[in-house]
């Protein structure tokens, strides 16, 4: 297995909140960031300049000398942005949790996938170390490679099929995606009638924290486990004039009480 991530560049394809966190992660790790590409110049130029790279927005002017290729962009241009790309003898790999590894097959030879699954925004650092990195590669000297660069960042590397690396994807819009929105609605109910939602964030804390020491089943609490029907009832009538958020608990409320 390789082991000097030193000698093996990376050129990055995507300058958003994943490519970003996982560039200064690498940089950060001595692992060579030679190029960034992003098809908007201020973003590619802004990401660049806090590596210390070169960048295009032109992808007739990407390094083809580097060893990696890391396509951290869009699942929707995704393929469009390969497309675009020439081809070259480097390993190419894309970041989406949802796409499958040979959407490069017909494009290059090596490929893989290399998905860090979190949650990034370019604003908030994020330790990698205990991030689970999920890999996946054509052959299997490219797939030591992926794990090696890896193993630099982060203690929880696994090898993944894509219909494995998808199930957790799916999962994790459940236990990320849809978990912050309900963060969301809640400070909306709370800031339309004047009051402060920051107030809710000792709950929250202690809510994600409970599930380290107990199954999220049994760490369930609230009206809807206690099937307390005169509660949901009045919550139901508060939300008279917010018939989506009416219809979204009734639908969780049951799928709660079973």
Same mark, same amino acid.
């Given at each position: 297995?390789?082991?000097?991530?030193?000698?093996?560049?990376?050129?990055?394809?995507?300058?958003?909140?994943?490519?970003?966190?996982?560039?200064?992660?690498?940089?950060?790790?001595k692992i060579p960031i030679i190029q960034i590409f992003s098809?908007?110049?201020?973003?590619?130029?802004?990401?660049?300049?806090?590596?210390?790279?070169?960048?295009?927005?032109?992808?007739?002017?990407?390094?083809? #000398?580097?060893?990696?290729?890391?396509?951290?962009?869009?699942?929707?241009?995704?393929? =469009?942005?390969?497309?675009?790309?020439?081809?070259?003898?480097?390993?190419?790999? $894309?970041?989406?949790?949802?796409?499958?590894? #040979?959407?490069?097959? #017909?494009?290059?030879?090596?490929?893989?996938?290399?998905?860090?699954? +979190?949650?990034?925004?370019?604003?908030?650092?994020?330790?990698?170390?205990?991030?689970?990195?999920?890999? =996946?590669?054509?052959?299997?000297?490219?797939?030591?490679?992926?794990?090696?660069?890896?193993?630099?960042?982060?203690? *929880?590397?696994?090898?993944?099929?894509? *219909? +494995?690396?998808?199930?957790?994807?799916?999962?994790?819009?459940?236990?990320?995606?849809?978990?912050?929105?309900?963060?969301?609605?809640?400070?909306?109910?709370? =800031?339309?009638?004047?009051?402060?939602?920051?107030?809710?964030?000792?709950?929250?804390? =202690?809510?994600?924290?409970?599930? $380290?020491?107990?199954?999220?089943?049994?760490? +369930?609490?609230?009206?809807?486990?206690?099937?307390?029907?005169?509660?949901?009832?009045?919550?139901?009538?508060?939300?008279?004039? *917010?018939?989506?958020?009416? *219809?979204?608990?009734?639908?969780?409320?049951?799928?709660?009480?079973?």
């Open positions: 297995m390789p082991t000097d991530t030193s000698s093996y560049p990376v050129v990055f394809v995507g300058s958003g909140n994943l490519a970003t966190c996982l560039a200064v992660a690498m940089r950060d790790k098809r908007k110049a201020t973003s590619a130029k802004a990401l660049a300049s806090r590596i210390g790279c070169a960048w295009t927005n032109d992808p007739d002017k990407i390094r083809t #000398d580097a060893a990696l290729y890391i396509f951290a962009v869009r699942d929707d241009v995704l393929v =469009e942005t390969i497309g675009k790309i020439p081809p070259n003898g480097g390993l190419w790999v $894309h970041t989406a949790g949802s796409m499958p590894m #040979d959407i490069f097959g #017909d494009t290059v030879n090596r490929y893989g996938v290399f998905y860090p699954m +979190q949650t990034f925004s370019k604003a908030r650092p994020v330790s990698f170390h205990s991030i689970p990195i999920f890999i =996946e590669a054509s052959s299997a000297s490219d797939g030591l490679l992926l794990q090696s660069i890896a193993a630099c960042l982060s203690r *929880e590397v696994h090898f993944l099929s894509s *219909e +494995q690396r998808q199930q957790f994807h799916l999962a994790a819009v459940f236990a990320s995606s849809f978990t912050n929105r309900m963060y969301a609605i809640a400070c909306h109910l709370l =800031e339309r009638k004047g009051l402060d939602g920051r107030l809710l964030l000792p709950l929250i804390d =202690e809510t994600a924290a409970k599930v $380290h020491d107990l199954p999220a089943v049994k760490a +369930q609490t609230g009206p809807a486990v206690r099937h307390d029907v005169a509660v949901m009832k009045k919550h139901l009538d508060m939300l008279d004039h *917010e018939t989506d958020l009416k *219809e979204l608990y009734r639908l969780i409320s049951r799928n709660i009480h079973g």
